[in-house]
């Protein structure tokens, strides 16, 4: 995609400034108009602090010069990898011919962000409605088309930046580390769920498409992307372009040029059955606190539930996995803690999953301290 020098004078202030800084251009000096970055050589690149003054663009186009200039990088080339610095790109590529296809993809496409974001709210192989989190995304992705001899859907978003939890009481092996944005989880769950499907289908694996939902397509997604290749008569072809900001989480595949063909319609429709019909099988855990982690204040009421969550070492053995990882509101949050201190048996119910990071318990709910 060829980035016009417009595109690059709605960026702001911020955004150019990240671009510099982790690219050897390190902040010098600022005043309350003019941020100055400076490179090798004494080299030094000014940027108004005001997006909306009215030489901004100025500043931006003597910007892509003097990089030009500095790195012998062509100016289109400097353009592109501004602009992508910091955003996430999942391209689509179908067959321009039909109309179907091209009046159908895009609402699909909407409905595989708007369910991937779902998932990071809960693990449930198949929703009904839209959370929060699914508007919240759908507002933030940014959708467009191009049409060169074929259709290109290309849905790109900025990315945020990570957030550091808090370990009030630390555990080796469950460490959750740095949690990374919203909008960059939603992309890797995409990401993430086209591997599996293309890897079941080569291996003629249904039940890992199945039961790792957790970490990739629920019903919900299955269905959005057999809605996409409905209308093509040629295989459609899904990449994704990581931004430089911000690491691929570990374990998550590159996904270049996978094509959803006849073989894995099969299998996302199989897939998508299975899911539907899916029970929700909750268990009634008992365990000790062995570790507890924050990315907020954890007494915060404005908190979401995902950025406080526990270790529990189970002690009942009455189901799968020893230790288990979940997400709690502020008050059972509080008892957790209380109980670690206390060093007391806690009883929690909910959804066991197993996923790659190890066990986790999805919806918990009926919080108790016991002994």
């Given at each position: 995609m060829?980035?016009?020098?417009?595109?690059?004078?709605?960026?702001?202030?911020?955004?150019?400034?990240?671009?510099?800084?982790?690219?050897?251009?390190?902040?010098?000096?600022?005043?309350?108009?003019?941020?100055?970055?400076?490179?090798?050589?004494?080299?030094?690149?000014?940027?108004?602090?005001?997006?909306?003054?009215?030489?901004?663009?100025?500043?931006?186009?003597?910007?892509?010069?003097?990089?030009?200039?500095?790195?012998?990088?062509?100016?289109?080339?400097?353009?592109?990898d501004i602009y992508w610095f910091d955003r996430d790109a999942l391209t689509i590529d179908g067959d321009a011919r039909s109309v179907a296809f091209a009046d159908t993809q895009e609402p699909s496409i909407r409905r595989l962000i708007a369910h991937s974001a779902n998932m990071e709210r809960s693990l449930k192989p198949n929703f009904n409605q839209y959370y929060t989190e699914a508007r919240k995304m759908l507002r933030h992705f940014e959708f467009s088309q191009e049409?060169?001899?074929?259709?290109?859907?290309?849905?790109?978003?900025?990315?945020?930046?990570?957030?550091?939890?808090?370990?009030?009481?630390p555990f080796e092996g469950q460490d959750p580390g740095e949690k990374l944005p919203?909008?960059?989880?939603?992309?890797?769950?995409?990401?993430?769920?086209?591997?599996?499907?293309?890897?079941?289908?080569?291996?003629?694996?249904?039940?890992?498409?199945v039961e790792g939902y957790a970490d990739g397509f629920n019903a919900n997604m299955c269905k959005?992307?057999?809605?996409?290749?409905?209308?093509?008569?040629i295989p459609?072809?899904?990449?994704?372009?990581?931004?430089?900001?911000?690491?691929?989480?570990?374990?998550?595949?590159?996904?270049?040029?996978?094509?959803?063909?006849?073989?894995?319609?099969?299998?996302?429709?199989?897939?998508?059955?299975?899911?539907r019909e899916r029970k929700p099988e909750f268990h009634?855990?008992?365990?000790?606190?062995?570790?507890?982690?924050?990315?907020?204040?954890?007494?915060s009421d404005d908190a979401d539930n995902n950025e406080r969550s526990i270790v529990v070492l189970r002690t009942d053995r009455r189901g799968p996995g020893r230790k288990l990882r979940m997400n709690l509101g502020k008050e059972d949050y509080i008892a957790a803690h209380k109980a670690h201190i206390d060093w007391k048996t806690i009883s929690v119910g909910g959804l066991a999953i197993k996923r790659r990071s190890g066990w986790q318990l999805a919806d918990p709910h009926e919080f108790r301290i016991l002994r």
């Open positions: 060829r980035i016009d020098d417009k595109q690059l004078h709605k960026l702001s202030p911020t955004q150019l400034g990240l671009y510099l800084t982790s690219n050897d251009w390190p902040l010098k000096n600022e005043n309350d108009r003019w941020l100055v970055f400076r490179g090798d050589h004494f080299v030094d690149i000014v940027l108004a602090k005001d997006a909306l003054a009215p030489d901004y663009p100025i500043y931006v186009d003597h910007m892509l010069k003097t990089l030009s200039s500095a790195t012998g990088k062509a100016h289109e080339k400097i353009a592109h049409h060169n001899g074929k259709l290109r859907h290309l849905v790109d978003s900025q990315v945020g930046e990570k957030k550091a939890f808090q370990m009030e009481i919203l909008e960059r989880r939603v992309m890797e769950r995409i990401a993430t769920g086209l591997f599996m499907v293309d890897c079941a289908a080569r291996t003629q694996d249904l039940p890992s498409l959005a992307v057999l809605d996409i290749s409905k209308y093509s008569p459609v072809k899904y990449s994704v372009k990581w931004s430089s900001k911000l690491p691929v989480s570990q374990g998550v595949n590159e996904v270049r040029n996978i094509q959803i063909e006849h073989s894995h319609i099969e299998f996302l429709k199989r897939a998508r059955d299975k899911l009634r855990i008992e365990g000790l606190v062995i570790g507890l982690s924050a990315l907020v204040d954890p007494q």
